[in-house]
């Protein structure tokens, strides 16, 4: 979509506004003021805020371009024909007034992507669980046999058995006696 301003011309995303959009837009229309709404539409296309996981707005993005054609709507909604020319000719300079703040919200938009491009966030890594022991069963190359790997995550060491056994063995195993093996002896020394 293409603006002529003042002698110059603004090229903005072009975006068709569907009919819940008309919808919610006209709702607001009847119950908001209409500088509101446009104050509220200019904060939104603000590209220049910037959080840990990203930016919320930017100008190649959909959204931004329905927000231009929800301000541009918002804007022809504005009646300017009063029988009172004084009227019409304040009416005209206010939609010039808005439309104004409209081009310098988007060059400022423009100028803080060109000088700041967007990189995404790192991924965060996932954290492993402390003191637990990772097992793992691979093949020794050079002597052909299975070979099984023990390694702690807490402390990065790992030992490396050829019995199949280790795997299972990583607790300290308890002798228990049983209960008719006991003796129980309650005489005074």
């Given at each position: 979509m293409i603006i002529d301003y003042k002698g110059e011309t603004y090229e903005f995303p072009d975006h068709t506004l569907n009919h819940l959009d008309y919808r919610d837009l006209n709702r607001k229309l009847q119950s908001e003021i209409t500088?509101?709404?446009?104050?509220?539409?200019?904060?939104?296309?603000?590209?220049?805020?910037?959080?840990?996981?990203?930016?919320?707005?930017?100008?190649?993005?959909?959204?931004?371009?329905?927000h231009v054609q929800a301000y541009l709507?918002?804007?022809?909604?504005?009646?300017d024909d009063s029988d009172?020319?004084?009227?019409?000719?304040?009416?005209?300079?206010?939609?010039?007034?808005?439309?104004?703040?409209?081009?310098?919200?988007?060059?400022e938009n423009l100028l803080?992507?060109?000088?700041?491009?967007?990189?995404?966030?790192?991924?965060k890594k996932k954290q492993v669980k402390r003191g637990k022991i990772a097992k793992y069963k691979t093949h020794d190359l050079i002597t052909g046999e299975d070979a099984y790997l023990l390694e702690d995550t807490k402390t990065k060491k790992h030992v490396i058995r050829?019995?199949?056994?280790?795997?299972?063995?990583?607790?300290?195993?308890?002798?228990?006696?049983?209960?008719?093996?006991?003796?129980?002896?309650?005489?005074?020394k």
């Open positions: 500088s509101s709404i446009l104050t509220i539409l200019l904060k939104d296309m603000d590209c220049t805020r910037e959080y840990s996981c990203g930016r919320p707005m930017m100008t190649d993005y959909p959204m931004y371009a329905r709507y918002v804007i022809s909604s504005i009646k009172d020319e004084v009227v019409n000719i304040n009416i005209r300079a206010n939609k010039e007034k808005w439309i104004g703040k409209l081009i310098e919200r988007h060059k803080f992507e060109q000088n700041n491009p967007y990189t995404p966030p790192a991924p050829k019995n199949p056994d280790a795997l299972d063995k990583t607790k300290k195993s308890k002798v228990e006696t049983p209960l008719n093996m006991m003796t129980f002896n309650f005489s005074k």
